[in-house]
Nanobody, 124 residues
Framework: QVQLVESGGGLVQAGGSLRLSCAAS????????MGWFRQAPGKEREFVAW????????DYTDSVKGRFSISRDNAKNTVYLQMNSLRAEDTGVYYC?????????????????WGQGTQVTVTS
């Protein structure tokens, strides 16, 4: 059973940085696109970023472009989300997710495996 385990969340002041990690079990990590979503209190889960299996293709939601960076290390079965210049509106639970294929998107239905989430709280 493949599992995704996120880490790296925490409490940070506005303008600060955090780096989230997501470790995947199993030996097929490099076959799939990976993504990050987030969910703020009282809101629906929303797309943040995705990365292709090779790491060559990335995409971000507009609100994080230029501030967040997604990357992956296939040798370590790990995907990362570097978050800089954090804002209060970035607060939420961040979920790592695996695509059904080698391609990602901003559509929730593209993904079929989810981690348990890690809390990010940005204070202003």
């Amino acid at each position: 059973q493949v599992q995704l385990v996120e880490s790296g969340g925490g409490l940070v002041q506005a303008g600060g940085s955090l780096r989230l990690s997501c470790a995947a079990s199993g030996d097929t990590f490099s076959n799939y696109a990976m993504g990050w979503f987030r969910q703020a209190p009282g809101k629906e889960r929303e797309f943040v970023a995705w990365i292709s299996p090779s790491g060559f293709t990335e995409d971000y939601t507009d609100s994080v472009k230029g501030r967040f960076s997604i990357s992956r290390d296939n040798a370590k079965n790990t995907v990362y989300l570097q978050m800089n210049s954090l804002r209060a509106e970035d607060t939420g639970v961040y979920y790592c997710t695996r695509s059904r294929s080698g391609w990602g998107s901003n559509d929730f239905s593209t993904y079929n495996l989810w981690g348990q989430g890690t809390q990010v709280t940005v204070t202003s």
